[in-house]
C-alpha cells in the first residue's frame, strides 16, 4: 500500500520530523491479528520489507523498535479480542497494522492500534520482564512519537524514524 491518497496513514505526517512527502520511495503495510503471535509476523514483515529495500542492516534495530511498538499495541491497546478467524490475517482480527516507510533519508515504521491512549514509559525495574519497552524504542531508534488518528479512523499510531546510512 503506497502513501499516496492512504487515509490511515494521512496522519501520520504530523508530528513527524519534517520530510517532504514526496521523499518517500517505498512504503509497505500489514494487519496484524490480535494475538501475541503476531510480534514474530511483524518481525517476519520487517525482515522480508529490509530485504526487498536493500536495507538488511538495519534488520536489528528496527525489529527490535517493531517487536515493542506492536507488543505494547496488543498488551495495552487491543481490547480482549473476539475469537479468531479462519483467516488468521483477516481484517475483521486485525486490529493493529504496521507500516513501514522507506523516505530518502530515513525509516519510518509506525503501529496504529484501536486505543486512542498514549503509550506511557513504564518503570524499568530489573525484576520485572516489563516496562523497559519504550526505552528501548528510544535507544535504538532516532526519535519516536504518537498521535492519535483524526477523522474516521480512531486510535492512535505511535511511529519511530531511523536514519538511513549515506551512500
Known amino acids: 500500500m503506497g502513501w499516496n491518497g492512504s487515509t490511515m496513514l494521512e496522519p501520520m505526517w504530523r508530528g513527524l520530523p519534517p520530510v517532504d512527502p514526496t521523499a518517500v520511495s517505498e512504503s509497505a503495510s500489514c494487519a496484524l491479528p490480535a ?11 520487517t525482515s522480508d520489507t529490509l530485504s526487498q529495500w536493500h536495507l538488511p542492516e538495519l534488520f536489528d534495530d528496527v525489529a527490535l523498535v517493531v517487536s ?23 481484517e475483521r482480527d486485525a486490529q493493529v497494522r504496521l507500516h513501514l516507510l522507506h523516505w ?30 519504550l ?7 532516532d526519535s519516536w512519537g504518537w498521535h492519535p488518528l ?4 480512531h486510535g492512535k499510531v505511535v511511529w519511530a524514524t531511523f536514519l538511513l546510512p549515506r551512500g
Open 135 to 141: 526505552y528501548l524504542v528510544e535507544s535504538f531508534s
Open 150 to 153: 483524526a477523522g474516521r479512523l
Open 35 to 45: 494475538r501475541h503471535e503476531a510480534v514474530k509476523g511483524a518481525r517476519r514483515f
Open 68 to 90: 515493542e511498538l506492536v507488543t505494547n499495541a496488543l498488551r495495552h491497546a487491543v481490547p480482549d479480542a473476539p475469537a479468531p478467524s479462519a483467516d488468521p490475517a483477516s
Open 104 to 133: 530518502t533519508t530515513r525509516l519510518v515504521c509506525a503501529v496504529r492500534d484501536p486505543s486512542e491512549q498514549g503509550p506511557v514509559a513504564g518503570e524499568a525495574d530489573s525484576s520485572q520482564e516489563s516496562g523497559r519497552g
